[in-house]
């Protein structure tokens, strides 16, 4: 059955001038794109998107990083979104990312790694309702 995520191009990759490239990944792996926005955050706003990790020693760096240029925040939807584009995206750590996938290609770093997916249903219903609003997703 469709299933939802949500996804960001972080500012790593923006500056980079990956988005068309990680955005062809993301239709190449089957994906729909129900919504896309590109628009720079707040830390304050990162702070609330990233709370699960508050008090973790890289969480100050995070939300500085999150909030430092312009990104692309996105809704996707197929079958098995979640899993998948966790999949395409590879390891949080870009070093240990699978050969093809998108932080393999695209990221420099553990902290600056080019993309973020949902990593389950009710994280992902959290941050689609933390970024878009109802209007935005018809
Ligand atoms: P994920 O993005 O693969 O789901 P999480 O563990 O949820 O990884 O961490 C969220 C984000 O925090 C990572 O994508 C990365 O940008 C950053 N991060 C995680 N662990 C570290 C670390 O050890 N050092 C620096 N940044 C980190
Ligand atoms: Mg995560």
């Not at 699960?52 to 760096?61: I, L, R, S, T």
Request: glycine fraction near 10%; charged fraction near 25%.
């Amino acid at each position: 059955m469709a299933q939802r995520t949500f996804s960001i191009i972080k500012p790593d990759a923006v500056r980079d001038g990956y988005i068309g490239a990680i955005l062809a990944a993301i239709d190449k792996g089957g994906f729909k794109i129900v919504s896309l926005k590109k628009q720079s955050i707040s830390k304050k706003q990162a702070e609330g998107f990233y709370a699960v990790h508050a008090g973790k020693p890289f969480f100050d760096g995070l939300c500085e990083f999150m909030s430092s240029g312009p990104l692309v925040l996105m809704v996707l939807e197929k079958d098995n979104a979640i899993a998948d584009l966790r999949k395409l995206m590879g390891a949080t750590n870009p070093a240990n990312a699978e050969p093809g996938t998108i932080r393999k290609q695209f990221a420099k770093s553990i902290g600056e790694n080019a993309i973020h997916g949902s990593d389950a249903e009710e994280t992902a219903a959290f941050e689609i309702g933390y970024w878009f609003a109802g209007y935005e997703l018809v």
